[in-house]
């Protein structure tokens, strides 16, 4: 393994994405060809490696089609422990941390579904864990008290006054609820999890209608009205909403269920989502729209009440797949087509945290 960072190791827009597709539908051959031009250039397992590039993205996409080998998985462990060790180590500074420290995208969520996804257990899983319930003990910064997955950055890293909260599943708390909840329905609970999937779930009901929230708003004597935006899996109410129903789910709480999947109906038969959505794409577009709503029904004791929009998210996702520009995952045809076949025979939707 090397610390190169060739864009082809990316699961997002690389080969890992396309060969993900082709393991999927049984086409090994393809999905061999892909392998070699995304391990061509090396394969990261430095500092920048996560679920979506590098070893663990090498790793999550191999073990679709059964064992990644040991090397690829011993290079993973140690991406995990040093990413541990480092967020052991800025806790301790009593510093904020940055999105990519805790998020699905960049950071220890991410690494923690990959830790789920396996077939056997690892020991890591539950350090992974213990960390993610750690953020929802808030920290003191600047004489004031703050939830502890604050960013004292904006969502691009940019500068912003205060600082921010993320409610995103790809990089917002979301995700590390999603990965609390899927544990916990794999009967690994830890101390404090159930109190920690409790924090998150509270302050998304109250600020999850929003991308992110200033201080300023997180301050303010009421919560930030709803705001016309697009409901995507990585960003909005939809990925918050499923996030929300696995909470339901692992700590049998029928109430909250009910609610995750009013606001999943809600949004996805808005008149206005149309205008909303402006392509196919599995991240922000009717591909993510359509494998969230399916995993959702699939969990709902009334199914029933999402077959209108599934019917209608297939449509418009066949009707604009050929818009897609890109080849890869996320944004582009093969993360469409994961979609649009509507299969998930090898796990792939659990890169998303919706499984």
Not at 131 to 143: C, E, K, T
Request: charged fraction near 20%; charge should be negative.
């Amino acid at each position: 393994m090397t610390a190169t960072v060739p864009r082809t190791q990316d699961l997002s827009e690389g080969p890992l994405g396309v060969a993900l597709w082709h393991i999927e539908r049984g086409d090994l051959g393809a999905a061999r060809s892909s392998l070699a031009q995304a391990v061509a250039g090396g394969v990261s397992a430095g500092g920048n490696a996560s679920l979506f590039h590098g070893a663990p993205a090498l790793e999550f996409v191999l073990s679709r089609a059964g064992s990644p080998g040991r090397h690829v998985r011993d290079a993973v462990d140690r991406v995990i422990r040093t990413r541990l060790a480092a967020a052991r180590q800025r806790l301790e500074s009593g510093d904020l941390p940055h999105l990519a420290e805790f998020d699905l995208i960049r950071g220890l969520s991410g690494l923690g579904a990959l830790l789920l996804a396996r077939e056997n257990a690892s020991p890591l899983v539950e350090d992974v864990l213990a960390y993610l319930v750690s953020l929802s003990v808030p920290i003191r910064s600047g004489g004031r008290e703050l939830p502890g997955w604050w960013s004292p950055v904006g969502p691009g890293g940019e500068d912003l006054e205060g600082g921010h909260g993320n409610n995103g599943m790809a990089h917002g708390i979301a995700g590390p609820l999603a990965v609390l909840a899927l544990a916990a329905r794999h009967d690994i609970r830890l101390p404090g999890q159930d109190d920690a999937i409790e924090v998150f779930a509270q302050w998304l009901n109250r600020y999850g209608r929003c991308y992110w929230i200033t201080h300023d708003e997180m301050t303010a004597s009421t919560a930030p009205a709803r705001k016309p935006a697009r409901p995507s899996w990585c960003y909005g109410e939809v990925g918050i909403a499923r996030a929300q129903q696995l909470a339901a789910l692992a700590q049998s709480d029928p109430a909250r269920r009910r609610e995750a999947e009013d606001t999943l109906v809600r949004c996805l038969s808005d008149p206005a989502l149309p205008g909303r959505i402006s392509d196919a794409s599995l991240c922000h577009g009717w591909a993510g729209l359509l494998t969230v709503a399916r995993a959702a029904a699939a969990d709902s004791p009334t199914p029933g009440r999402l077959a209108p929009v599934i019917d209608d998210l297939t449509q418009r996702l066949a009707a604009d797949l050929d818009q897609l520009d890109k080849t890869g995952f996320m944004e582009g045809h093969a993360g469409a087509r994961l979609a649009l076949d509507g299969t998930d025979t090898t796990g792939w939707t659990r890169a998303l945290l919706i499984n």
